[in-house]
């Protein structure tokens, strides 16, 4: 029987252990050290060099939210300026997170999907780290 647990905040992960080895939890912004985000980043090819030394100065700062959003506005451009795009509590939430990149999509591509709903059109089961 699975047991439904209600997803973790932003605030709560930071504040959170890290995770321990063959575990895939946590922030990023928070639990790796800046040598390996600064590498992360860079292979993803997460936004500009600029981008990315900004994220790391709010790593460095300890503003992990604020290097999350930053991430966002990088890989999403012109979302902040973009009607329709919902992003009520991005950097608080992941799941905010995850919306607000859904919306900006179904934005840009013309479509009139609702938040939470998959490609097929159907609201999808929230799933944790480990299933997804």
């Known amino acids: 029987?699975?047991?439904?647990?209600?997803?973790?905040?932003?605030?709560?992960?930071?504040?959170?252990?890290?995770?321990?080895?063959?575990?895939?939890?946590?922030?990023?912004?928070?639990?790796?050290?800046?040598?390996?985000?600064?590498?992360?980043?860079?292979?993803?090819?997460?936004?500009?060099?600029?981008?990315?030394?900004?994220?790391?100065?709010?790593?460095k700062d300890r503003n992990y939210q604020l290097a999350c959003v930053r991430h966002f506005e990088a890989t999403h451009p012109g979302a902040v300026n973009t009607q329709g795009v919902q992003l009520d509590g991005l950097g608080n939430h992941p799941n905010a997170w995850f919306a607000a990149s859904v919306s900006y999509a179904s934005v840009k591509s013309g479509g009139t999907?609702?938040?939470?709903?998959?490609?097929?059109?159907?609201?999808?089961e929230e799933k944790t780290m480990e299933e997804a």
């Open 1 to 59: 029987a699975r047991k439904s647990k209600s997803p973790y905040n932003c605030m709560k992960i930071i504040m959170g252990n890290a995770p321990n080895a063959g575990e895939h939890h946590g922030c990023p912004y928070r639990h790796y050290d800046a040598a390996n985000l600064s590498s992360l980043l860079t292979k993803l090819n997460i936004g500009t060099p600029g981008d990315r030394d900004v994220m790391l100065k709010h790593v």
């Open 113 to 124: 999907k609702k938040e939470g709903e998959g490609d097929d059109g159907k609201a999808g």
